[in-house]
T-cell receptor, first 116, second 107 residues
Framework: EVQLVESGGGLVQPGGSLRLSCGAS????????MSWVRQAPGKGLEWVAN????????YYVDSVKGRFTVSRDNAKNSLYLQMNSLRADDTAIYFC?????????WGQGTLAIVSS | DIQLTQSPSFLSASVGDRVTITCRAS??????LAWYQQKPGQAPKLLVY???TLQSGVPSRFSGSGSGTEFTLTISSLQPEDFATYYC?????????FGGGTKVEIK
C-alpha cells in the first residue's frame, strides 16, 4: 500500500528555518514526480512545489520562490522541503503528495507554525 | 496565474439530494482539472481527474464534466459520508492552483 509520512514540522520564529521530510513506501518512488501542498489553519489548499522524478526540474508558487527548496533522495525514498526566511503566513499544515499528473496519494501532513 | 472560482462556497443539503459544484477557470485548462474531497482533520482525497475520470475506488455517484474553463462535480445522491469540503485543481499550467473550496453540510 502507498504510504507517505511527513515529519519535521514545529514551532519556529519568523526569519527561521525548517526542513520538512516525507518518507515514501509502497511504490517505486523514483518513478514519480512529487508535490508539496499546504493548508493554513481554517483555509483552503495551496500548491507549493513540484519536483521531477530525478530531481532535475523544480517548480514553485511565487510566494515561496527564493525561500523554499524542494529536493529528493531516491535512494532513501524521501522528499524534502527546506524552508528558510519563514514568515507568519507560512504557518500551515504541509502535505506531500504523489504526482501522477494528478495528486493521487497524500500524506497526513506536518504542521509548521511560524510565531514569536 | 490561473484563478479557479468555485461556487457555491457553501451548500446545505439533505441525504439523497443531487448536488452540483462548479469550478470556473480564468483561462482554459484543457482537461487538466481534478476534484478532491477533504474531511476535517484528514488529507485531501482524489475523486476525479482529467475532468471526468473517476479515481479507483470512488463511488459512481460522483461524476465530473466540463471543458475549457467551466467544470462541474456532481454527486447524484448525497450520502452521509459525503459531507466534506471539495476542491478543484488545475494542473495545466504552473503555478498549479486550487479553487477556494465548497463546504457541503447537512441540512
Amino acid at each position: 500500500e502507498v504510504q507517505l509520512v511527513e515529519s519535521g514540522g514545529g514551532l519556529v520564529q519568523p526569519g527561521g528555518s525548517l526542513r520538512l521530510s516525507c518518507g515514501a513506501s509502497g511504490f517505486t518512488f523514483s518513478s514519480y514526480w512529487m508535490s508539496w501542498v499546504r493548508q493554513a489553519p481554517g483555509k483552503g489548499l495551496e500548491w507549493v512545489a513540484n519536483i521531477k522524478k530525478d530531481g532535475s526540474e523544480t517548480y514553485y508558487v511565487d510566494s515561496v520562490k527564493g525561500r523554499f527548496t524542494v529536493s529528493r533522495d531516491n535512494a532513501k525514498n524521501s522528499l524534502y522541503l527546506q524552508m528558510n526566511s519563514l514568515r507568519a503566513d507560512d504557518t500551515a499544515i504541509y502535505f506531500c503528495a504523489r504526482a501522477t499528473l494528478y495528486l493521487d496519494w497524500w500524506g497526513q501532513g506536518t504542521l509548521a507554525i511560524v510565531s514569536s | 496565474d490561473i484563478q479557479l472560482t468555485q461556487s457555491p462556497s457553501f451548500l446545505s443539503a439533505s441525504v439523497g439530494d443531487r448536488v452540483t459544484i462548479t469550478c470556473r477557470a480564468s483561462q482554459g485548462v484543457r482537461s487538466y482539472l481534478a476534484w478532491y474531497q477533504q474531511k476535517p482533520g484528514q488529507a485531501p482525497k482524489l475523486l476525479v481527474y482529467a475532468t471526468s475520470t473517476l479515481q479507483s475506488g470512488v463511488p459512481s455517484r460522483f461524476s465530473g464534466s466540463g471543458s475549457g474553463t467551466e467544470f462541474t462535480l456532481t454527486i447524484s445522491s448525497l450520502q452521509p459520508e459525503d459531507f466534506a469540503t471539495y476542491y478543484c485543481q488545475q494542473l495545466n499550467t504552473y503555478p498549479l492552483t486550487f479553487g477556494g473550496g465548497t463546504k457541503v453540510e447537512i441540512k
